[in-house]
C-alpha cells in the first residue's frame, strides 16, 4: 500500500533526500487512490510547507515537536506502556513480526518508531495494512489531537492515517487538551496506557497487532530508522 510508504517518508526527520524528492511526493499525493479529496488537500498543503524554510528550519520546526517531550512521541509503546516491563516484551514481539516477516531493520532506530512501522505496513496487502492501522488507532488519535492542539502541519499525516483505517478522526472540542496541559504531560513524561483491540497492555505484553499476522504476503525492503 504505497500511500503509506509516502506518509512514512513524510514523518521522518527531513533531510536533502527528502528535500529533493517533493515534487515527486506532492505528484503521487495528488494521484493516490485510497485518500479521499479532503486527506489530500490537506497533505499536500502540509508538503507546500516544506517549500519556504530551510533545511535547518524544518529540522528544528520537527525536533520542536517529536523529541522535546514524550506526549508526541513517534514511538508507540511509550504511548501505551510508557517505562512498564511490559514495553521491552513488545519490542521483541513486534521485531520478532518484522523479521518473520524478511522486514530487516537497516539502522538502529526502535522497531516502534511509527514511520518504521509504517514502512512495515506500506508492503503488506491493503486488508492487512488497513487491520494494522486499526490495531494502532488510539495512539494515532492522541497524537493527532495533540498536534490539532499546537497547530501543527503534520497533523495532516495522522488525519490520512485515520482515514485510511476507516475513521473519522476525532476532532477535539476548543479548550479540550489546552496549551498548559499539553505542556505538562510534556513534563510529566506520563500518558495514559491505551489498548490494541481491547488488550490490557497492564495484563500481556504485547498487542494483537503483534500476535495475530505472522505471516506476510511478500517480503518489503529494508530501509528504516531516524537519520
Not at 85 to 106: I, P, T
Not at 171 to 186: E, F, I, R, T, W
Request: net charge negative; glycine share 8%; aromatic share 8%.
Amino acid at each position: 500500500m504505497f500511500t503509506l510508504k509516502l506518509l512514512s517518508i513524510l514523518l521522518h526527520y527531513p533531510d536533502p533526500e527528502m528535500l529533493k524528492a517533493l515534487g515527486q511526493i506532492r505528484r503521487a499525493v495528488g494521484k493516490d487512490r485510497f485518500l479521499g479529496g479532503a486527506e489530500k488537500a490537506r497533505l499536500i498543503g502540509f508538503v507546500d510547507s516544506f517549500k519556504g524554510p530551510d533545511l535547518i528550519e524544518l529540522q528544528e520546526r520537527y525536533s520542536t515537536l517529536f523529541d522535546q517531550g514524550k506526549a508526541l512521541s513517534l514511538h508507540m509503546f511509550e504511548h501505551v506502556h510508557g517505562e512498564s516491563r511490559q514495553r521491552g516484551q513488545a519490542m521483541v514481539d513486534l521485531l520478532s513480526l518484522y523479521e518473520k516477516s524478511g522486514f530487516v531493520l537497516a539502522a538502529s532506530e526502535l522497531p516502534d518508531y511509527i514511520p518504521l512501522f509504517l514502512e512495515f505496513a506500506s508492503h503488506q496487502e491493503r486488508h492487512d495494512a488497513i487491520v494494522l492501522l486499526k490495531d494502532v488507532l488510539p495512539v494515532l488519535n492522541i497524537i493527532r489531537k495533540r498536534l490539532e492542539e499546537r497547530k501543527s502541519a503534520y497533523q495532516a499525516i495522522f488525519d490520512a492515517l485515520i482515514a485510511l483505517a476507516g475513521e473519522v478522526p476525532q476532532v477535539s472540542a476548543p479548550g479540550q487538551l489546552d496549551a498548559p496541559a499539553a505542556q505538562a504531560l510534556d513534563t510529566q513524561w506520563a500518558d495514559e496506557p491505551v489498548t490494541f483491540g481491547g488488550c490490557d497492555p497492564t495484563a500481556c505484553g504485547s498487542c494483537p497487532a503483534i500476535k495475530a499476522r505472522q505471516n506476510c504476503p511478500r517480503p518489503p525492503s529494508s530501509r528504516g530508522g531516524n537519520p
